[in-house]
């Protein structure tokens, strides 16, 4: 699977897979061992990667798994750029309103559950169809319940 993903990325980039590996200083007998099935160690993965501009998971696996599950959308990309240009003052406001939209339940997403902290509260909204549940607990209670912790004796 590895040679085809980096005979692929050689082909796009109009080289021969040695070519390739001569300009990142890998010897055309590794390419060689490539080919008959070897994997790269993880440096090498990893200046393979920063060559072709690819993520290491897509060298390994031909998918992208970190864009596909951290990818933002319009929308949160936008909100995110417009958070950015607030000061504190602003953000917490922002913060603020998104907790009474979400709290609301109006509009939130379905089977969703949302976690707010501030300085004095963990906030943790639940969200389940039509129905919701909002619970807040003092970081000083958890705090304390941390510090009287005891772990349970090992099996």
């Given at each position: 699977?590895f ?7 050689c ?25 008959n ?103 000083s ?15």
């Amino acid at each position: 699977m590895f040679w085809d993903i980096f005979n692929e990325l050689c082909i796009k980039n109009n080289e021969k897979p040695t070519i390739a590996a001569k300009a990142m200083n890998i010897s055309s007998a590794t390419v060689t061992k490539w080919k008959n099935g070897a994997i790269p160690g993880g440096s090498t993965i990893i200046k393979l990667a920063d060559y072709f501009g690819v993520s290491t998971d897509y060298l390994l696996t031909g998918k992208d798994s970190t864009s596909e599950n951290n990818a933002l959308s319009d929308n949160e990309n936008k909100l995110l750029y417009l958070f950015k240009e607030l000061n504190n003052e602003g953000q917490q406001k922002l913060i603020d309103y998104c907790d009474d939209l979400v709290t609301s339940n109006k509009y939130s997403c379905d089977n969703k559950a949302l976690r707010l902290y501030d300085d004095e509260y963990i906030t943790e909204v639940v969200a389940r169809g039509d129905s919701k549940k909002k619970v807040k607990i003092k970081k000083s209670d958890i705090e304390k319940d941390l510090a009287n912790y005891t772990p349970p004796d090992e099996l």
